[in-house]
């Protein structure tokens, strides 16, 4: 798959939360959309991708996350599960593991989505909620 792949660091560091200036971390690129890693720890990660019109993720699933994503700009265009589904900025769709799904952005403007995995075993396993 040839996309770019940023890691990067955090925006600001206060005690022991780390900030991220998501729209500072915004990059496009004219051939392929930009992903950046905002966080990977255990069983729960982060990501930002940016598209340009016209760019997308081929359908994929995660056998072993679930995930949610977040529109923070743009229209994302996604067939989750054999759905078409339309997802505006200030949104957020959330969908069990090993679902089939996309993203497309066919415009006119730009998309950024952010995205959330976490391993449902985490989930199911704490008490304290």
Request: proline fraction near 5%.
């Amino acid at each position: 798959m040839d996309e770019i792949v940023e890691r990067v660091g955090t925006a600001r560091v206060t005690g022991v939360a780390q900030v991220f200036d998501l729209h500072a971390l915004k990059a496009f690129a004219p051939d392929k959309r930009v992903r950046k890693m905002l966080f990977k720890i255990d069983q729960l990660w982060s990501e930002i991708a940016c598209y340009e019109p016209g760019q997308s993720t081929v359908m994929h699933t995660h056998p072993k996350e679930e995930e949610a994503i977040f529109v923070l700009e743009g229209t994302a265009h996604m067939r989750i599960d054999g759905e078409d589904v339309v997802v505006h900025a200030g949104s957020i769709v959330k969908f069990p593991r090993s679902v089939m799904h996309d993203v497309r952005n066919p415009g006119p403007e730009r998309c950024v989505i952010m995205f959330l995995k976490v391993n449902p075993k985490v989930l199911s396993g704490r008490a304290d909620g």
